[in-house]
Each structure stands twice: as C-alpha cells, then as structure tokens.
C-alpha cells in the first residue's frame, strides 16, 4: 500500500554524518580555555602596569592551564605599549572573566582550572577594595 522512503528527510542536513561533532566536554574545555585566554591576555596588561610577583605567577599558572585546555597549543601572548588604561577597568575585567572561567570549570568539574579561577576572582577582588581605600577621601 505505501512505498517505503528511499531518500534522505528534507529536514536532514546535508552532510550532516561528515560533520564532526564535538561532545559536551569538548565544547566547554573550548569556552574555558577562551575565558582563561582572555583572563591571561588582561593579567598581562596588568603585568605591564604594575610589577607584582602574585600577577607572574598567575600568569603562568593560566598559560599552563589553557595550554592544557588546547592539547598543549600555548597561547598566544603579546605584549602591548599600553597607552595609561585604568587599572580599575582591568581589574573589573579580570574579575568578571574569572568569573566565567569558574562557572564552567565547575560545569565540567575541573577541579584545578575552578580553584585557578577562584584565586584569581580573589586577587582581583583584594586589588579592587584596596583602590576603593586609596581613592576614598580621608
């Protein structure tokens, strides 16, 4: 009485069994290692701002970590003449994406990249108290 169908649905892409697919985990180690990215490329303007032992080691730290991310590709780091940004701004920033960082790191449940980005949420936070204190009338 019916014919059975003999091509493909309308609604199938085309292509579609030569695409590759990534799985979940493989989507969110893409988005943590660009939040760490971008976390590293504002802890080194940050570097070039104020010299600090805390913003060198966190520096490295992140390098390792989105070179894990990558399968071992290292970031892509440069070095800037920066022209006087606000260290506030930078240190919003910096907050905000480690922020991002820690929420999925803890989505995919990677212990060392969430306590990364929690200490760096930390650090931030610290250098942002303490310029409201500096930048409060006495």
Do not use: C, N, W
Request: hydrophobic share 45%.
């Amino acid at each position: 009485m019916y014919e059975p169908i003999r091509t493909k649905s309308v609604h199938t892409p085309v292509g579609s069994a030569d695409f590759p697919h990534r799985s979940r985990e493989e989507e969110l180690d893409i988005q943590l290692a660009g939040h760490l990215g971008a976390l590293l490329a504002v802890t080194d303007e940050l570097r070039g701002l104020e010299s600090s032992a805390d913003l060198d080691a966190a520096a490295e730290r992140l390098a390792t970590e989105v070179a894990r991310l990558r399968g071992g590709r290292p970031p892509v780091r440069t070095s800037s003449g920066l022209h006087e940004p606000r260290l506030v701004a930078l240190h919003e920033r910096a907050h905000a994406l480690a922020g991002r960082a820690l929420v999925v790191a803890a989505s995919r449940a990677d212990t060392a990249a969430a306590i990364l980005a929690a200490e760096r949420m930390d650090a931030h936070a610290a250098a942002l108290a303490g310029t409201a204190r500096e930048l409060a009338p006495h």
